[in-house]
């Protein structure tokens, strides 16, 4: 098992950037893949981001391809989230999420571990 805290959010203007983190404890950290999802109000909880054990292999959504960069520090047990050139419908709470499949997922289904999310709001 593995606890995932999330930090960085907070209020960004049009075309700001922001870095959020997510540092695990627990269960050996680079054992599980890992991504990032967001929930706009009222919307569905949708896939941002996902990156493999080693940091290798990335993937993304489309609306956020060439903006957001996913990376990982194994060695310290932290997941990232670069976000540059945001947009006001980026605003959304995030969370990271782990999973012991060895391919990269991008259906929440897929995740077993949970943060409690992070705030970001893009004011235009």
């Known amino acids: 098992q593995v606890q995932l805290v999330e930090s960085g959010g907070g209020l960004v203007q049009d075309g700001g950037s922001l870095r959020l983190s997510c540092v695990a404890s627990g269960r050996t950290f680079s054992i599980y893949t890992m991504g990032w999802f967001r929930q706009a109000p009222g919307n569905k909880r949708e896939f941002v981001a996902a990156?493999?054990?080693?940091?290798?292999?990335?993937a993304y959504a489309d609306s956020v391809k060439g903006r957001f960069t996913i990376s990982r520090d194994n060695a310290k047990n932290t997941l990232y989230l670069q976000m540059n050139s945001l947009k006001p419908e980026d605003t959304a709470v995030y969370y990271c999420?782990?999973?012991?499949?060895?391919?990269?997922?991008?259906?929440?289904?897929?995740?077993?571990?949970w943060g409690q999310g992070t705030q970001v709001t893009v004011s235009s």
């Open positions: 999420a782990a999973t012991n499949y060895q391919s990269l997922r991008r259906f929440e289904s897929d995740y077993t571990y």
């Open positions: 990156t493999s054990r080693s940091g290798s292999s990335t």
